[in-house]
């Protein structure tokens, strides 16, 4: 085969979809809050828009923990056990995977800390551009809240509208995790580079080397569980070919071979 093939696409396909539909119904939800603030002087259309206010918030606590709770973890399952069948060549499940993994390593231990190498330099470069995107988003809901608190006329009811969108929320705690699972990546990263680096020089320790690969594995799947965090396909795709072309740089540098093609 030639092509890259992740037979775990059409299971997040489905994601993409609810994590879509768990954002709009965030913001819909905010605009209606604030439209039923607006609202004093229409008890009718108040009325209707309160109602509405409380169909989507039990929406959107319904989609969201669906997702965080069940579909998001059980994805994530399933690409731990594609990650071990191609570090191991063992098939512990029969869906298949080209150019997923891409080195030349035979199974064992060390072809497992490359594939995470690879997955952290990927997820790391995906998780930074989400937190540049989402860092805009929290300055602006900040300091439109600061704002409102420096206006001395600004009614109270709309300053704790701002206030549970942006503390009261998940929000803010979504945005914290997405910068925890970037920084993981991050360290993961590095810490799996050194040991490659070290790798075959004198009086390195092949069980140190082994039991790091192993902590690092751990790390990287205990941060993807932690966070939650669903990384976005759109920034991937569009990120793709310049990290493929990093990675081959680092395969070389590191002296681990690539080829064409990758199966697992």
């Not at 008890?43 to 997702?67: C, E, M, P, R």
């Not at 509208?161 to 705690?173: E, G, Y």
């Not at 490659?196 to 569980?225: H, M, P, W």
């Not at 669903?230 to 081959?248: A, G, L, M, N, R």
Request: proline share 2%; charged share 25%.
């Amino acid at each position: 085969m030639s092509d890259r093939i992740d037979s775990l696409d059409r299971h997040y396909k489905p994601i993409n979809k609810i994590d879509l539909l768990s954002k709009v119904l965030f913001w819909i939800n905010v605009v209606l809050t604030v439209a039923v603030y607006f609202l004093d002087n229409y008890d009718w259309a108040k009325s209707v828009l309160t109602g509405l206010v409380i169909i989507t918030t039990l929406l959107y606590f319904a989609v969201d923990n669906y997702l965080g709770i069940s579909l998001i973890p059980s994805v994530e399952e399933k690409r731990r056990t594609h990650t071990l069948t191609n570090s191991f060549g063992v098939p512990l499940d029969n869906e298949r995977t080209n150019k997923y993994y891409n080195n030349t390593l035979e199974p064992s231990l060390l072809k497992l800390g490359a594939n995470i190498l690879e997955s952290s330099l990927f997820a790391s470069r995906v998780t930074s551009e989400m937190a540049k995107q989402e860092r805009w988003k929290m300055l602006l809901l900040g300091l439109v809240w600061v704002v409102s608190l420096m206006i001395r006329n600004t009614d109270i009811e709309f300053i704790s509208i701002i206030a549970q969108t942006l503390f009261a929320s998940t929000l803010l705690s979504a945005y914290f995790k997405l910068e925890f699972l970037r920084k993981k990546n991050e360290d993961i990263y590095n810490c799996l580079y050194n040991i490659f680096l070290q790798r075959g020089q004198d009086g390195t320790n092949e069980k140190s080397i082994s039991a790091r690969i192993i902590d690092c594995f751990v790390r990287y799947e205990s941060a993807k569980a932690y966070s939650g965090v669903k990384q976005s396909t759109k920034i991937f795709s569009k990120i793709k070919p310049e990290v493929d072309e990093e990675w081959e740089q680092i395969k070389h540098n590191l002296k681990i071979e690539g080829r064409d093609t990758e199966e697992g």
